[in-house]
Nanobody
Framework: VRVVESGGGFAQPGGSLRLSCVAS????????MCWYRQVLGNERELVAK???????IHANSVKGRFTIDGDHARNTVFLQMNSLKPEDTAVYYC????????????WGQGTQVTVSS
C-alpha cells in the first residue's frame, strides 16, 4: 500500500491550494482518512478527517477555511484550503486507515505548503 499526496506548493496569504491523496491498493478498502500537518520542531497536528460515512472533523484553526472531502470507493481524499495564512505553512501528511489484515494506518511522504507574501 502506498499513500501519495500531491498539490502542495506556494501561495500568497488569502490564496488557495487543493491537496490530493490516493491510497494505492488494489485489494483493500480504506476507512477513515486524515490530513495532518507538521512544522519543523513541532508535533504533527490533525487538520481534518473524514470517515467512511462522510462525517468530517476540522481543527478549530482551519474551520471555515479548509474543507476535507473524499471518495472512499477510489481511496482518495482531498483538502481544499482557502483563505490561506502564513501560519498554515507546514508539511501536510495524508493518513489512511487501510483494511489490510490486520488493518493499519499508512502515511504519505508529505507535501510542503508555503504561504508567504
Amino acid at each position: 500500500v502506498r499513500v501519495v499526496e500531491s498539490g502542495g506548493g506556494f501561495a500568497q496569504p488569502g490564496g488557495s491550494l487543493r491537496l490530493s491523496c490516493v491510497a494505492s491498493t488494489t485489494h483493500f478498502s480504506t476507512g477513515t482518512m486524515c490530513w495532518y500537518r507538521q512544522v519543523l520542531g513541532n508535533e504533527r497536528e490533525l487538520v481534518a478527517k473524514i470517515t467512511m460515512d462522510g462525517s468530517t472533523i476540522h481543527a478549530n484553526s482551519v474551520k471555515g477555511r479548509f474543507t476535507i472531502d473524499g471518495d472512499h470507493a477510489r481511496n482518495t481524499v482531498f483538502l481544499q484550503m482557502n483563505s490561506l495564512k502564513p501560519e498554515d505553512t507546514a508539511v501536510y501528511y495524508c493518513n489512511a486507515l487501510v483494511f489490510t489484515m490486520p488493518p493499519r494506518e499508512y502515511w504519505g511522504q508529505g507535501t510542503q505548503v508555503t504561504v508567504s507574501s
